[in-house]
């Protein structure tokens, strides 16, 4: 069974720094496509950062520059490198991996940008 658990995050002023991680089990990272996702109060999940099978990056428009999606083959874990952060930043960002056909979801880790 796949096993997505997440950790990192917390609370930084704006243009502070923040990592996300997550730490899979069951299947391998650097195997398929993962990606993150982000969820603010009020509104719906939108993916923020994928890389695939390939090693392909892609970032929304909103973070290109400030956010960075990396995978540990090692640690079988996947980053999110967040940057110069800004409040409309603050959500609760999953992590999300396909996997023999089925997409496995983390637990969710807050992520809060506030003066």
């Known amino acids: 069974q796949v096993r997505l658990v997440q950790s990192g995050g917390g609370s930084v002023q704006p243009g502070g720094s923040l990592r996300v991680s997550c730490a899979a089990s069951?299947?391998?990272?650097?195997?398929?496509?993962m990606s993150w996702n982000r969820q603010a109060p009020g509104k719906g999940r939108e993916l923020v950062a994928n890389v695939t099978g390939d090693g392909i990056r892609n970032y929304i428009d909103s973070v290109k520059g400030r956010f960075t999606i990396s995978r540990d083959r090692a640690r079988n874990t996947l980053y999110l490198q967040m940057d110069n952060l800004k409040p409309e930043d603050t959500a609760v960002y999953y992590c999300?991996?396909?996997?023999?056909?089925?997409?496995?979801w983390g637990q969710g880790t807050q992520v809060t940008v506030s003066s």
């Open positions: 999300k991996q396909r996997w023999k056909g089925r997409d496995f």
């Open positions: 069951g299947s391998i990272v650097s195997i398929g496509s």
